[in-house]
């Protein structure tokens, strides 16, 4: 990188306070942001901003520094994703995923050299990692799989009808859930790591939506065959509520952050530009902008608050393990994913038809296509429903 | 009390396996408790022994097994016989 355009950022040792942060600021700005109208409008993986992430080494970001990585954290994260989304809701939603399921292969694989071997090299050359949980015929719900893990000897076969499998074809790994066994219960689940030399990938459905086009969330047939080894040892069930849960709650809210955050920008540059016209004159979107803005920091603290509570319990699994816990995680992507809806609308309607366009430089179109995704592609009425269940018996939360 | 959680389990907890082939120590999440089955237990637990499990114990281990359960019955049934 040239320093001259932008920070540089020492790789693979020790990070620097807020280098991490100015490198994505400028991958976004610069890369992502410029390829995101094409990226949407053909429903293509951003393929440019990915290769920037990867030149940066930001795709093992999270990996601890003794295996090569750059040893971030996830509230670093959040801000990537945050920084990412705002320029391309696509780009930052890849980046998210791809965290996420390095996060789950970080914790759950303490004692396996091998994927712990494979953590240095998706470091090394920086490995994308994408996602397989849910399945045909199980209506939604991740924690039951149909598809089982088969055992040869020190090799693993594993078939899956899996509805979404965003960027699939473009990922080099992909974690699927499967039962531990033919003859194991459908919640008796594990995670697999399927690298791509040994998984095919047959085209099963489209991916031609309203928003978040650019993750190219296709349905696939699933085929892979692997090391014994590459099935995490701890069961879904602890992986899940440990760490993917949490980690996908707090880095998909940062994503709809990202979103309403440039919605909410776009309609102070609006009102700015306006009220400039006709000095000493409010104009009238001027009271909607205060209720956007005023939604925009709930959400921002919202999410601050699940990340704050999972720093400081991320080390004691019993305390994850509460229900408490989980009811409030998914208390965060109930709101993050309502209030992206609400504040990106507000600023549609401060911007009036300039925001309603395609063509306008003030124009949230997108934005707002992008934030229906956040309660469909995982349902926030699934969640209410879990939501509801565990209520039945939580006292406090 | 053992078997009355144990029939409990067997009734509400939509296991893979039959409860007969479990041992007491038995991790019930990997015999295919899930969270949503794991509720209704609580709440027929809850029903049958007239007791509340209080926030702390709504976690994991509470009802990772049977024993764990009925430790945590034991712990709270003492706790109503001993206060005034």
Redesign the interface.
């Known amino acids: 990188m040239d320093s001259a355009n932008g920070p540089e950022v020492a790789l693979g040792t020790s990070l620097q306070p807020g280098s991490l942060a100015q490198v994505v600021r400028r991958i976004a700005d610069e890369v992502a942001g410029p390829a995101s109208g094409q990226v949407d409008l053909e429903a293509r993986f951003p393929e440019q901003a990915l290769t920037a992430l990867k030149s940066e080494h930001l795709l093992g970001a999270l990996v601890p520094s003794n295996l090569g990585g750059l040893g971030a954290t996830i509230r670093d994260m959040a801000t990537a994703c945050e920084t990412l989304a705002q320029r391309c809701a696509s780009t930052g939603l890849i980046y998210a995923m791809h965290q996420i399921q390095v996060h789950c292969l970080i914790r759950h694989s303490r004692h396996n050299a091998l994927l712990r071997h494979y953590l240095t090299q998706l470091s090394e050359q920086q490995l994308l990692l994408a996602s397989a949980t849910t399945e045909s015929g199980v209506g939604g719900d991740v924690r039951t799989s149909l598809c089982s893990v088969v055992l040869e000897g020190d090799t693993f076969l594993l078939e899956k009808s899996a509805p979404v499998i965003s960027y699939g074809v473009n990922a080099d790994a992909i974690l699927v859930t499967a039962r531990r066994a033919p003859d194991a219960a459908s919640g008796d689940q594990v995670l697999v790591l399927c690298t791509r030399d040994g998984t095919s990938l047959k085209p099963t459905a489209t991916w031609d939506t309203l928003g978040f086009r650019g993750s190219c969330s296709e349905g696939y047939q699933l085929r892979a065959r692997g090391p014994a080894a590459y099935v995490l040892p701890d069961s879904f069930a602890l992986i899940s509520a440990l760490t993917m849960l949490p980690t996908s709650h707090i880095l998909w809210t940062a994503v709809w952050l990202g979103i309403a955050t440039d919605a909410v920008n776009r309609a102070r540059a609006y009102l700015r530009a306006e009220s400039r016209k006709q000095p000493g004159r409010m104009p009238p979107g001027a009271l909607r902008l205060a209720q956007a803005v005023s939604s925009l920091q709930t959400m921002r603290a919202t999410l601050q608050d699940a990340l704050q509570e999972y720093e400081s319990t991320m080390d004691d699994p019993d305390a994850l393990s509460a229900m408490g816990f989980a009811l409030r995680m998914n208390n965060l992507k109930i709101a993050g994913a309502r209030l992206v809806v609400e504040i990106v609308s507000e600023a549609m309607h401060v911007i009036g038809i300039a925001g309603y366009r395609r063509d306008s430089r003030y124009s949230v179109e997108r934005h707002l296509r992008d934030a229906y995704g956040a309660g469909l592609m995982i349902s926030n009425d699934r969640i209410y429903g879990a939501n509801a269940a565990m209520l039945l018996v939580a006292k406090d939360a | 009390m053992r078997d009355e959680i144990r029939s409990i389990v067997q009734r509400h907890g939509r ?3 039959d409860m007969s082939s479990l041992s007491d120590e038995a991790d019930l ?9 794991s ?1 209704n237990l ?2 027929a637990l ?1 029903e049958h022994f007239d007791l ?4 702390r114990l ?4 509470t009802f990772e097994s049977v024993a764990a359960i009925q430790s945590a019955i034991e712990e709270l049934s003492s706790a109503r016989t001993s206060s005034p």
């Open positions: 296991l893979g396996v999440y990997d015999a295919g408790l899930s969270s949503h089955a509720i609580m709440l809850e509340e499990f209080p926030e709504l976690r994991r281990r």
